[in-house]
């Protein structure tokens, strides 16, 4: 019995083995799944052909290492950010000590091919490493270490990092200010703090408040541009805005994007679509794309970038997308249903919202 067992055990794992996508970083997907090759093209032009601004992918360490991923982006893409390797977590991990691994991998990769690198995110209260909570005697001593840490990060690459997301969701949904530790410990003026930090290390890099839900929460919105016009009022550098842009296929309204970007540009702000995703199965209610769905997510991304063209040129610091192939989305774990929310299908084929991204510039 136990013979038979063993053998059927090992032939289990051989076929698990083969089975295995060859990117070990994202859930493994058979090319047998319904959707490979369902509601997909095949592009005759370029993301970064098509456009006039610079597009960007959220990629990882561990996917950079995987030439279908990087066929595409190299393809596709000419700005990349680091989905989670370039956080404070990852970074500064453990007290007095620097990770630089994972995130040099990424910038070596991105300036050997002259692709480049928005740095994401600075400070992020959900990015804390736990000694930074509990270990850290006094205020000063706390501040201290923050300014240390920017000014050791963004020193670091320099001009390799072209821009960084100094704060990231400093608000919260209730249009007020997150009590963060950061607010707790530094302070209310904590994130002109950071911005002057981060411009002291190098005022060669263009710093970014990034930020989600202002495109429909107009409170989260006005707080946002509140803290913007204290900085431009007191001369603190900031020099554009991410507006994240995780939104769904029929939500929010294209009139309440216009508002968000309208407040950026009214300041002669850099607008960076910083995480856009398009979520079409925002209701859970789906197991399967359906050719509705997909319509729907190519003509809305084709009415996004539409809305971005109307940005003045010199104010376009680019469209990022927050992931390459569905099955790699942050989306489908967070909400905890299946969706379909970005360019391409987990068989690295492109999706007619690649077709709506291309065609929005015709
Ligand atoms: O895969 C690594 C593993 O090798 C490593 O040992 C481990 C160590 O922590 O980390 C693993 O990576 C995980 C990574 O996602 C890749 O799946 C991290 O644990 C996990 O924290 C990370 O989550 C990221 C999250 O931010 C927190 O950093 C998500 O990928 C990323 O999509 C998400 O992105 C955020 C933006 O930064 C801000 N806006 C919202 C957006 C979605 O939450």
């Avoid at 076929?15 to 095949?42: I, K, M, N, W």
């Avoid at 404070?88 to 620097?98: R, V």
Wanted: with cysteine; aromatic share 12%.
């Amino acid at each position: 019995m136990c013979m038979r067992l063993a053998i059927v055990l090992i032939i289990c794992i051989f076929l698990g083995l083969l089975s295995c996508d060859e990117d070990s970083t994202s859930p493994t997907v058979t090319s047998a799944s319904p959707l490979a090759s369902t509601f997909t093209y095949s592009p005759t032009l370029s993301l970064q052909q098509a456009a006039p601004f610079p597009v960007g992918l959220a990629t990882q360490s561990g996917r950079i290492q995987h030439t279908r991923h990087t066929d595409i982006l190299e393809r596709d893409f000419n700005s990349i950010t680091a989905e989670y390797e370039m956080k404070q977590q990852t970074i500064h991990t453990f007290e007095g000590q620097y990770n630089w691994q994972e995130p040099d991998a990424l910038v070596d990769y991105a300036d050997s091919r002259g692709i480049r690198v928005h740095g994401h995110a600075l400070i992020w209260h959900q990015s804390t490493p736990s000694w930074l909570e509990t270990q850290v005697e006094t205020d000063s001593a706390f501040e201290a270490i923050i300014q240390s840490y920017i000014q050791e990060v963004v020193s670091r690459y320099g001009n390799k990092v072209a821009s960084w997301d100094v704060v990231n969701e400093a608000f919260d949904d209730e249009g007020g200010w997150r009590n963060t530790i950061f607010r707790q410990r530094m302070g209310e003026d904590y994130i002109a703090k950071c911005f002057q930090y981060a411009h002291e290390a190098d005022s060669s890099i263009l710093l970014f408040y990034n930020e989600y839900g202002t495109i429909w929460n107009e409170g989260k919105l006005a707080v946002m541009m509140e803290m913007v016009d204290d900085l431009l009022l007191r001369g603190i550098p900031i020099d554009g805005v991410g507006l994240q842009m995780h939104v769904g296929y029929q939500f929010p309204a294209l009139s309440l994007m216009k508002r968000a970007v309208d407040a950026i540009v009214e300041r002669g702000l850099l607008v960076h679509f910083s995480e856009v995703d398009i979520r079409v199965n925002p209701d859970g209610k789906l197991t399967r794309l359906t050719e509705e769905r997909a319509i729907a997510q190519e003509n809305r991304l084709k009415e996004i970038v539409q809305l971005y063209q109307d940005i003045p040129a010199d104010l376009q610091y680019g469209i990022t997308f927050w992931g390459l192939r569905d099955n790699e989305s942050w989306v489908i774990n967070f909400w905890g249903n299946p969706d379909w929310p970005l360019l391409y299908t987990p068989d690295y084929d492109a999706k007619w919202a690649h077709r709506g991204f291309v065609e929005a510039f015709d």
